[in-house]
């Protein structure tokens, strides 16, 4: 069974400030993948980023960066310099050959002015 | 835009009544995902259809069903509704009909039951 963790329910932090959110994953399966997803204020759920497990390099587009570590099972996803449109619930998936794709719960970014 | 149309945008319905939503995939892509996120529990996978066929189940309860039409458009069928129905529902496109391929959602349907 797979199983995403992202323990941070709510962070808060002051724009500019950087801020991480963690993702853990468990699965038994050799070939994975994870991925990134935001959901900002107006609802609508948006792709930011697949990776698939043979490809442990690490992956920067812009303030986004993001850090997987087989060793650890984290897919953690990093915002520089983070901004009030940054403010959003962001989950963490991942998804098997043959099984469908386990989101977490979500963690909700609040990004105060 | 991620390509992906829900209808309607909005639903607001009485208990034990029947409703449908309606998506249109991504141009190209043959998978459509069922969500439903509510306040309390978060974005639960509902079901998955492939080209036509049923491709994975998730918790999905006996009084919702779904298809998906030769023109690969879907429809989630709710039935019996109550008021613990009343959530977001997303639906999602993709290329394949494995775990591997990135999904993109549609703006959902806000359903409230009174």
């Known amino acids: 069974a797979q199983k995403v963790t992202q323990a941070q329910t709510e962070i808060s932090v002051v724009e500019k400030e950087d801020v991480t959110l963690d993702c853990v994953y468990e699965?038994?399966?050799?070939?994975?993948?994870l991925f990134w997803y935001k959901q900002p204020p107006s609802g609508e759920l948006v792709f930011l980023i697949r990776?698939?497990?043979?490809?442990?390099q690490n992956e920067i587009s812009g303030r986004y960066s993001w850090n997987f570590q087989k060793s650890t099972s984290s897919f953690n996803f990093t915002i520089t310099a983070s901004q009030v449109v940054d403010s959003a619930v962001y989950f963490c998936?991942?998804?098997?050959?043959?099984?469908?794709?386990?989101f977490g719960i979500g963690t909700k970014l609040q990004v105060i002015p | 835009d991620s390509g992906v149309t829900q209808t309607p945008k909005h639903l607001i319905t009485a208990t034990g009544q029947r409703v449908t939503l309606r998506c249109s995939p991504r141009?190209?892509?043959?998978?459509v995902y069922w969500y439903q996120q509510s306040l309390d529990q978060g974005l639960q996978f509902l079901i998955q259809?492939?080209?036509?066929?049923?491709?994975a189940k998730g918790n999905i309860l006996e009084r919702f069903s779904a298809q998906q039409f030769p023109d690969l458009h879907s429809e989630l069928n709710l039935s019996s509704l109550e008021l613990g129905d009343s959530a977001l529902y997303f639906c999602?496109?993709?290329?394949?009909?494995?775990?591997?391929?990135?999904?993109?959602f549609g703006p959902g349907t806000r359903l409230t039951v009174t």
């Open positions: 998936a991942l998804g098997g050959v043959y099984q469908k794709v386990t």
């Open positions: 259809y492939y080209n036509g066929e049923e491709r």
């Open positions: 141009s190209g892509d043959l998978s």
């Open positions: 699965t038994r399966d050799t070939t994975y993948y």
């Open positions: 990776r698939n497990s043979f490809d442990e």
């Open positions: 999602a496109s993709s290329g394949g009909d494995r775990g591997g391929y990135e999904q993109y």
